[in-house]
Nanobody, 127 residues
Framework: QVQLVESGGGLVQAGGSLRLSCAAS????????MGWFRQAPGKEREFVAA???????????YYADSVKGRFTISRDNAKNTVYLQMNSLKPDDTAVYYC?????????????????WGQGTQVTVSS
């Protein structure tokens, strides 16, 4: 049974940093795309970042424009874990952050293409 467990959320002041982790179990994820999404109160779930297996033009990471340059996604295949380093946090980053896995190695920003989801971790950024 596939399980994704997020951790690392919390309360931080604007300008601060947090590092989210997502530990995956149930199968080997090194050949899958792993991503992060978020959902703020009253808003739809939105794409944040993804890390694929397949490289395009020398890169295998994708970011939403709103977080590009501030967030970094990475993965440790030996630990079946994906990370999201979040720097220069803003109050607009406040949301529940979800880890997700797409069994396609190409990489995608579309939530409906992801096959497995974690329960989410709350990130709150105070002004």
């Amino acid at each position: 049974q596939v399980q994704l467990v997020e951790s690392g959320g919390g309360l931080v002041q604007a300008g601060g940093s947090l590092r989210l982790s997502c530990a995956a179990s149930g199968r080997t994820f090194s050949s899958y795309t792993m991503g992060w999404f978020r959902q703020a109160p009253g808003k739809e779930r939105e794409f944040v970042a993804a890390i694929a297996v397949i490289y395009w033009s020398g890169d295998n990471t994708y970011y939403a424009d709103s977080v590009k340059g501030r967030f970094t996604i990475s993965r440790d295949n030996a630990k079946n874990t994906v990370y999201l380093q979040m720097n220069s946090l803003k109050p607009d980053d406040t949301a529940v952050y979800y880890c997700a896995v797409d069994t396609n190695p190409i990489g995608t920003r579309r939530a409906y293409e992801y096959d497995y989801w974690g329960q989410g971790t709350q990130v709150t950024v105070s002004s």
